[in-house]
């Protein structure tokens, strides 16, 4: 079984960056998507962004322009570059890796902006 370590979230102040990261265990194989989505109390998990083995990448409306998701040489680690955070962006960040055989999520990390 596959495992999501996810790690980075926090406490940030308006307009404050954070990045965070997900790491894949228990596997050597690369993944065909990796991506985040988050969840805000009351809300649907929503799609952040996401990345394909190609190099891929596809975005929230929401996020576009302040959110960059890359990975470290496509191997199964993605990073989510959070720039000029809002108070709308106070969710729990979710990784989720689409691998060959198998779809896996992490535990969630949470992220806070506020003042």
């Known amino acids: 079984q596959v495992q999501l370590v996810e790690s980075g979230g926090g406490l940030v102040q308006p307009g404050g960056s954070l990045t965070l990261s997900c790491a894949a265990s228990r596997t050597s194989r690369s993944f065909n998507v990796m991506g985040w989505y988050r969840q805000a109390p009351g809300k649907e998990r929503e799609l952040v962004a996401t990345?394909?083995?190609?190099?891929?990448?596809n975005y929230g409306d929401s996020v576009k322009g302040r959110f960059t998701i890359s990975s470290a040489n496509a191997k199964n680690t993605v990073y989510l570059q959070m720039n000029s955070l809002k108070p709308e962006d106070t969710a729990v960040y979710y990784c989720?890796?689409?691998?060959?055989?198998?779809?896996?999520w992490g535990q969630g990390t949470q992220v806070t902006v506020s003042s």
């Open positions: 990345l394909t083995r190609g190099g891929i990448m």
């Open positions: 989720k890796r689409v691998g060959p055989y198998s779809t896996s």
